[in-house]
């Protein structure tokens, strides 16, 4: 009998599409319904190049979802009408996929892989052909063009899949034990590494707050302590210039030695005596030496900063030092690399990606997020995840979510009139939070939640304790 494949049918001219083998895949899930299970993790519907099978795939795993046993003639009441089986032979092209057993000769799951990877390829091409074509059209800026390239190579990358068995993954558990205890950790702020642990690899981190809580000061801090210690790290700044940032980290990096202090004043607005040049001069060459590197980028896709971090993974191995940590100030700066996205849908997708590029790179992600507005209308400041802007996904795919809440902002804002008790008890208040932040670990999916207090330095953009 005529194998399923071979029955006369138009071919596609598309190199990226198999006809045969889908076609083998359909006669596989009908001749075992138990190959269902075996493929069903590794290929979508949208997958399939010739619509029509994507179609017949989709009801024969809705059918199986049923428990129902999968037939020809489940086919042919589903698409008795349809123009394109009539294109194929219609029902003697159904008769056919199970008329033999030619297609038990071939492995499902291998069907069911290089079928995935055609459909990246066709993805990727589509973005990289979407690309070219942008180049001629000179109203598009430059900056654009880039993303989108960058998007359609990253979205391939994403979608890497292990699959091992219970021996591999012994194996690879075993491996990562031999290899040390591994993670990142700040040094420099003990309340938080006490909290937090080693941030590990793979791991989606969020640190949220409102805006003058001193997010970004803390990450500045966590990235220099843990480049101090020898671990890669890379900043991606969307809120401020690199120039900006590198004179935060500089008071920073001062403030452990209190004969050499440079407030962050002074480099902001250039107003710096001859000593405190040269003590600028010596702290930058000191913090030049750090396995840090700073991308600076007024806007930025999710797919362009995958591509980057891909990058940058492979210039951090050419110098010998493993990229243990990126982060992002902040996460609803990035753009999604679809457009007309809602700000949820939107928030979602970065939420999402970011997890998939923390797995895929094995590194640990520090995102900032902000906070929405809900948090200043309480009476009590302290923020809950219902606070996450835009997102309940942040919420979901966040292996850690911290929240930074600095008391004395707040008082700030409610001093009475001086004079009389009420000016008496707000200084008492003053006192009592001044200088401090507190880390509230709001989740932490391996570990228990709570609550640590560190000190804030704001003349020196330094977050210790």
Known sequence: ????????????????????????????????????????????????????????????????????????????????????????????????????????????????????????????????????????????????????????????????????????????FLAQMDGGNTGVLCHRIPALDGLLGKLRPKSLNILAGRPGMGKTCVVSSYALGAAAAGQGVLFVSLEMSREELAGRQIADWSYDDERGRVPYHAIETEDLNSWQRQRVVQLSGEIAKLPLTVIDAGSLTIGRLEMLVRRQKRRFAAKGVNLDVVIVDYLQLLHADRKGLSPYEATSEISKRLKGMAKDHSVAVIALAQLSRSVEQRQDKKPMLSDLRDSGQIEQDADTVTFLLRQEYYERQNEPESG??????????????????????????????????????????????
């Open 1 to 172: 009998m005529t194998p399923a494949t071979e029955i006369e049918k138009p071919a596609p001219a598309d190199p990226l599409i198999n006809l045969d083998a889908e076609a083998q895949l359909i006669s596989a899930m009908l001749l075992d319904s138990r190959r269902v299970d075996m493929i069903v993790d590794t290929i979508r519907p949208e997958d399939f190049g010739i619509a029509l099978f994507g179609r017949m795939f989709a009801t024969l795993l809705h059918e199986a979802a049923l428990g129902r046993t999968l037939v020809p003639a489940m086919l042919r009441s589903h698409f008795a009408d349809d123009a394109d089986l009539q294109a194929l032979g219609g029902n003697r092209f159904l008769a056919q996929l199970t008329g033999d057993t030619y297609a038990l000769v071939f492995d499902p799951v291998d069907l069911a892989r290089q079928l995935a990877d055609l459909a990246q390829r066709r993805a990727m091409r589509a973005g990289l052909l979407d690309a070219a074509g942008a180049c001629a059209d000179l109203s598009k800026p430059t900056a654009e063009i880039i993303s989108t390239a960058d998007a359609a190579i990253a979205q391939r990358a994403a979608n890497t899949v292990i699959e091992s068995d219970s021996a591999e993954t012994m194996r690879a």
């Open 420 to 465: 009389g008790d009420k000016h008496d008890a707000w200084a008492a208040r003053m006192e009592r939070v001044r200088g401090t932040i507190d880390f509230i670990v709001a989740k932490k999916r391996k570990g228990s939640i709570g609550t640590a207090t560190g000190r804030f330095y704001g003349i020196y953009q330094a977050v210790r304790g």
